[in-house]
């Protein structure tokens, strides 16, 4: 924006204001009714339309809510087998989702290493196994 130009802009608002310009206006004193699929453009929302009324996700946001259930899922195990096992599989939907996202490296999400395998594979006589 040019310099100055803001307030010309707040100047003009005020102005409007004092003169009653915003009074009466339709849906005075109610919540805005904001669009809630203005991101999307507009050759496209009657599909996405169509998909929120099937209860389909995009595919981004159904990988993410995959990551937050294995998440969960990988929280509440024991066996480090399984653990390693699920901690795969939650490394590949991330790495799903950050090339559906196709952004820069750096937005990326993270992969998880699970306390670097779980300090490596678990504890000395962890499953009947000694890892010395």
Same mark, same amino acid.
């Given at each position: %924006?040019? &310099? ?10 005020? $102005?409007?204001? !004092?003169?009653?310009?915003? =009074? +009466?206006? &339709?849906?005075?004193?109610? &919540?805005? $009714? ?8 507009? +050759?496209?929302?009657?599909?996405? !339309? ?9 595919? =981004? ?5 995959? *990551? ?8 509440? %195990? ?9 901690? !795969? !599989?939650?490394?590949?939907?991330? %790495?799903?989702?950050?090339? *559906? ?7 990326? %999400?993270? /992969? ?13 006589? /962890? ?6």
């Amino acid at each position: %924006m040019f &310099p100055g130009f803001e307030k010309i802009v707040e100047e003009r608002i005020l $102005r409007a204001q !004092k003169n009653g310009a915003f =009074e +009466d206006l &339709p849906g005075a004193g109610k &919540p805005l $009714r904001l669009e809630e699929n203005g991101h999307i453009p507009e +050759d496209l929302r009657l599909a996405h !339309k169509i998909l929120k009324n099937a209860d389909c996700l995009p595919p =981004e946001l159904e990988t993410q809510k995959e *990551i937050r259930q294995t998440e969960e899922l990988l929280a509440g %195990m024991e066996d480090t087998a399984e653990k390693y096992h699920t901690m !795969k !599989k939650l490394n590949f939907l991330i %790495m799903k989702l950050n090339t *559906i996202r196709n952004t820069s490296v750096n937005l990326d %999400m993270d /992969q998880v290493y699970m306390a670097k395998l779980t300090e490596r594979f678990g504890k000395p006589g /962890q499953n009947g196994r000694d890892h010395s």
